[in-house]
């Protein structure tokens, strides 16, 4: 069973950076596929980033966070990552690590972190 | 990028009452359909997948239904923990969610 908790929140200027982490304490981590979704305050879901099992090899990324924010895993630490650099405003949320079913279908959550981004 | 519009924004039902939520996609997802509850300050949870599937340990009480680009989530009779926020998602292409809707108690 996957049990999911993250990491790694906090307050950061704009243009700064952070790294979420999230620790899988469950015995199959390297099998799961990851996600990242976040939700700003009051607001809806966002998917934001995916990564495959196993290698890692394939990620995607939502067009709002491309080119900005990372998403890595290291299976030997049961933990999944994601760097965040450039950090706008509009970033700020709670940000959730999800495993994945089937590509798309969220179906364990961590608890989130909140992340945010003012001067 | 596929728009989920989910109606109503807020629906107000009685305890032991059927709850029917409504969730539309802009093109076709087929069945690539998910549902998930939200409860104040916690994590939002698998109910549905697959359109119809539950998920494990989601009680039968929670249906879902439709494909292509409707869609239905219906509580049989809502008990005093069904009061929440729900999401409905799809995944046919990179995942969206819509905008929820939140049932309350009448």
């Known amino acids: 069973e996957v049990q999911l908790v993250e990491s790694g929140g906090g307050l950061v200027q704009p243009g700064g950076s952070l790294r979420l982490s999230c620790a899988d304490s469950?015995?199959?981590?390297?099998?799961?596929?990851m996600s990242w979704v976040r939700q700003a305050p009051g607001r809806g879901l966002e998917w934001i980033s995916y990564?495959?099992?196993?290698?890692?090899?394939?990620?995607y990324y939502a067009d709002s966070v491309k080119g900005r924010f990372t998403i890595s895993r290291d299976n030997a630490k049961n933990s999944l990552y994601l760097q965040m650099n450039s950090l706008r405003a509009e970033d700020t949320a709670i940000y959730y690590c999800?495993?994945?079913?089937?590509?798309?279908?969220?179906?364990?959550w961590g608890r989130g972190a909140l992340v945010t981004v003012s001067s | 990028e596929v728009v989920m519009t989910q109606s109503p924004a807020t629906l107000s039902v009685p305890p032991g009452e059927r709850a029917t939520l409504s969730c539309r996609a802009s093109?076709?997802?087929?069945?690539?359909l998910a549902w998930y509850q939200q409860k104040p300050g916690q994590a939002p949870r698998l109910l549905i997948y697959?359109?119809?599937t539950r998920a494990t340990g989601i009680p039968p009480r929670f249906s879902g239904s439709g494909s292509g680009t409707d869609f239905t989530l219906t509580i049989s009779s809502l008990q005093s923990e069904d009061f929440a926020l729900y999401y409905c998602?799809?995944?046919?292409?990179?995942?969206?969610f819509g905008q929820g809707t939140k049932v309350e108690i009448k």
């Open positions: 469950g015995v199959t981590f390297s099998s799961h596929e």
């Open positions: 999800a495993s994945v079913l089937e590509g798309g279908i969220f179906d364990s």
């Open positions: 990564i495959n099992n196993s290698s890692g090899s394939t990620t």
């Open positions: 998602q799809q995944y046919k292409n990179w995942p969206t």
């Open positions: 093109h076709s997802v087929d069945t690539y």
């Open positions: 697959g359109a119809s």
